[in-house]
């Protein structure tokens, strides 16, 4: 059972525009969602989080948009460059009280391909 | 920002031996740090939450005698996959957190087993 989909697998964009990477959740009970950037044969590089008490939060290009009621959450890069081409990772926590622990479940992933 | 420092970073091993990762914070302490696993093209996936001091907490489906964890210090875990075969090849992930979220990755150990 995926509590955490990131139905699309690959997003290609063009330099300068944005990106829009999409999360789905299925638990209600997850209160906090964090965003991750992997490069092959690395650990993931966090990026931005969202407490379920907000519904966005932005920092720098990176925004990321939070919709309880859709148990949906998004990541917008704007503009994009060359150098956001990696695998993108939405991750939640918060079932079983894990936000205090910080155990993560991590969506499937979404590959970024930012072509100059 | 908090470093999560892992090695190796990639190993070779014969089918039957015993792998040593270790995983350690850097510059903070840590009581509790995180062991996932991912498969190629797949999602990172939590084997184990180590605690320092006690034993630690594995998630369904995980063979605790196969993946022996440590946590020996408050910046040090180690994760021993016993007597590897080849479905062990993996890259395995180790990560800890500074006092609250978010975690914070190591760099991850390729593992191949012959």
């Known amino acids: 059972d995926q509590q955490v989909k990131q139905n699309s697998p690959s997003l290609s964009v063009q330099e300068g525009r944005i990106s829009i990477l999409n999360c789905d959740y299925t638990?209600?009970?997850?209160?906090?969602f964090l965003w991750y950037k992997k490069y092959p044969a690395e650990g993931p590089t966090f990026l931005i989080s969202?407490?379920?008490?907000?519904d966005k939060n932005e920092d720098g290009r990176f925004t990321v948009f939070l919709n309880k009621s859709a148990k949906h959450l998004s990541l917008h890069i704007v503009p994009s460059q060359p150098g956001d081409s990696a695998v993108y990772f939405c991750?939640?926590?918060?079932?079983?009280?894990?936000?205090?622990?910080?155990?993560?479940?991590f969506g499937q992933g979404t590959t970024l391909q930012v072509k100059p | 920002g908090a470093v999560v420092s892992q090695h190796p970073s990639r190993v070779i091993c014969k089918s039957g031996t015993s792998v040593k990762i270790e995983c350690r914070s850097l510059?903070?302490?840590?009581?509790?740090m995180f062991w996932y696993r991912q498969f190629p093209k797949q999602s990172l996936m939590l084997m184990a939450t180590?605690?320092?001091?006690?034993?630690?907490?594995?998630e369904q489906g995980v063979e605790k005698d196969k993946f022996l964890i440590n946590h020996a210090s408050l910046t040090l875990s180690t994760l021993t996959v016993t007597s590897a075969h080849p479905e062990d090849s993996s890259f395995y992930i180790c990560?800890?957190?500074?006092?609250?979220?978010?975690?914070?990755f190591g760099n991850g150990t390729r593992l191949t087993v012959t």
């Open positions: 638990n209600s009970m997850f209160d906090y």
């Open positions: 991750a939640a926590s918060g079932i079983d009280g894990s936000s205090n622990t910080g155990k993560l479940i």
């Open positions: 990560s800890a957190r500074e006092g609250g979220p978010p975690l914070h």
């Open positions: 510059d903070f302490q840590a009581t509790t």
């Open positions: 969202i407490s379920s008490i907000k």
């Open positions: 180590s605690n320092e001091g006690s034993k630690a907490t594995y």
